[in-house]
Every structure is written in C-alpha cells, then in structure tokens.
C-alpha cells in the first residue's frame, strides 16, 4: 500500500487559516470514513487531532477541523497559533492495513 | 488516565531479535485494540501491527514489512502488550510507539523507545 499524498510543507501567518490535504485512492481515504490527523512537535510523540474524517477529540481546539470529498481528505487549522507549528500527519484505514500521509511540516511565518 | 510506557529498545545486530514491552494504565488491556507505529529517524509515521481485544478475538494483523517478522502478544494479568521483532534489518531501525487504536485512529500514544539495529 503506498502512503498518502500530503504537501511537504504549509505556512501560515498568525490568525489565518492553513488547509492540509491529504490524497489517496479509492481503496483508502475514499473507501472508508476512518481518517485521521496527528500533531507531532519536534521529539514529541505524536498527538490525536481528528478522528474519522471530522471528529475532534477532547481537548482539541475547534480551530482544527478535518472534511473529505472523494479519495481526498483536509485538515484546516483556522485562527493559527504559534503553538500549531508542528508536523501533521494523516492516516486512512485500508482493510487490514493502516496508511500514513508522509507529513506536512506546518509553519507560523 | 490512559497512560503507555515503552521499554526495551536499544541496539541490536541485523539479524538479531528484540522484545519491546508497552505498560499500560487507564485502561484494560484485554479490553482494547493496541497497535504499534514507527518512525525511523527524520522520516514519517509507519503503521507496524495491532492487536484485537479479548472480545473481538485478540487476533493481530501486520503490515508487510514486518509480517512473518514480528509478533504482538498481550499478558493481561500485567496489563502489558509486547511486540516480539525477529530476523531485524536495519531498516527497522525507528522509534517505536504504543498506542491505543480504535475506530481508525490511534488515540493515546507511548513516548517511543528507539530500536537502532546496526553492526
């Protein structure tokens, strides 16, 4: 299974709004409404963002919100913080496999 | 609170096998879905393997790179998850996080213990 499209690098500047994409096929993203997004700073392990497609967990700001039309899905961040400077990675079930986006490194200009 | 502790990476020749442990507290382990995930140095997330709960019959599953190579197996009397990594390649090498899995996201994750496998 190959891993999902994500842009290596995004940036926003304080209160804007940043969009992550995320591409895969039908056997992936467009198959199954199991995506998700993690937050990882650097060392950190990674955080929990958006479960299945849009759900944000406890304790995550609603300035994350996650969408899907077709085999792409999207992570926006609105209202950009300092703190939101991180990587962020996707992931989509596939059957018996799990697959990850290769990361896009967000930054706060 | 869910809590998941690494323990046991370190370095290891290509070839050589090596028992990670994942100590788990807020929940029960036999209860829940454990999967593994990697990241080998500078690069992305790897989805490794996962375990089923007790009720939904505690098979495991794995992703290609490691089928046949590695092993996740559960004491629940410690409340433990293990992954068992075999014939190791040094494209193993990563920091390997527990996690817990459920829904297609893995909610609560270990801080990673690092497998460096090199001669």
């Known amino acids: 299974q190959s891993a999902l499209t994500q842009p290596p690098s995004a940036s926003g500047s304080p209160g804007q709004s940043v969009t992550i994409s995320c591409t895969g096929t039908s056997s992936d993203v467009g198959g199954y409404n199991f995506v998700s997004w993690y937050q990882q700073h650097p060392g950190k392990a990674p955080k929990l963002m958006i479960s299945e497609v849009s759900k944000r967990p406890s304790g995550v700001p609603d300035r994350f919100s996650g969408s899907k039309s077709g085999n792409t899905a999207s992570l926006t961040v609105s209202g950009l913080q300092a703190e939101d400077e991180a990587d962020y990675y996707c992931?989509?079930?596939?059957?018996?496999?799990?697959?990850f986006g290769g990361g896009t490194r967000l930054t706060v200009l | 609170e869910v809590q998941l502790v690494e323990s046991g990476g370190g370095l290891v020749s290509p070839g050589g096998s090596l028992r990670l442990s994942c100590a788990v507290s807020g929940f029960t382990v036999s209860d829940a879905w454990v999967s593994w995930v990697r990241q080998a140095p500078g690069k992305g997330l790897e989805w490794v393997g996962r375990i089923f709960s007790k009720t939904a019959g505690g098979a495991t599953d794995f992703a290609a790179p490691v089928k046949g190579r590695f092993t996740i197996s559960r004491d629940d009397s410690k409340n433990m998850v293990y992954l068992q990594m075999n014939s190791l390649k040094t494209e193993d090498t990563a920091v390997y996080y527990c996690?817990?899995?459920?829904?297609?996201?893995?909610?609560?994750w270990g801080q990673g213990t690092l497998v460096t496998v090199s001669s």
């Open positions: 996690t817990k899995y459920g829904s297609g996201s893995f909610h609560n």
């Open positions: 992931c989509s079930y596939a059957g018996n496999n799990l697959v």
